[in-house]
């Protein structure tokens, strides 16, 4: 399940606001720590496939003890992470070229223009 770290607000400098989708003050969630054996299944799908969907991410997820809404959003973040480094590529080769480049790739442009970029992992 989802890990929240205990209630910020109550006896810190400003007042409680409330996480998501409400509560009485702040909850900052636990980052999820994958173990290496996991992330080289999930890099090892990845090549094979982009998107994963349907009963294959809800096996997968059974396979390496997740829940499937981690197996999502880590494809959902790696994806962001293969397109920012494509476009990378892209510029180190065009700057090899000569050509220049109308603007430096930044993950914020990624991000303004990606459908599924995903801030918080569940």
Known sequence: GLELSHCVGANSLGPAV??????????KRVRTVFKPEQLERLEQEFLK????VGTE???L?????LTETQVKVWFQNRRIKWRKQ???QKAAKLSQFGV???A???STDIKDHEEDTVDVEL
């Open 86 to 88: 494509s476009m990378e």
């Open 57 to 59: 991410r809800v096996d």
């Open 49 to 52: 496939q982009q998107y994963m």
């Open 100 to 102: 220049i480049q109308p």
């Open 104 to 106: 430096t790739v930044d």
């Open 18 to 27: 409330p996480w998501r989708s409400g509560g009485p003050c702040k909850m």
């Open 61 to 65: 997820a059974a396979t390496l003890h």
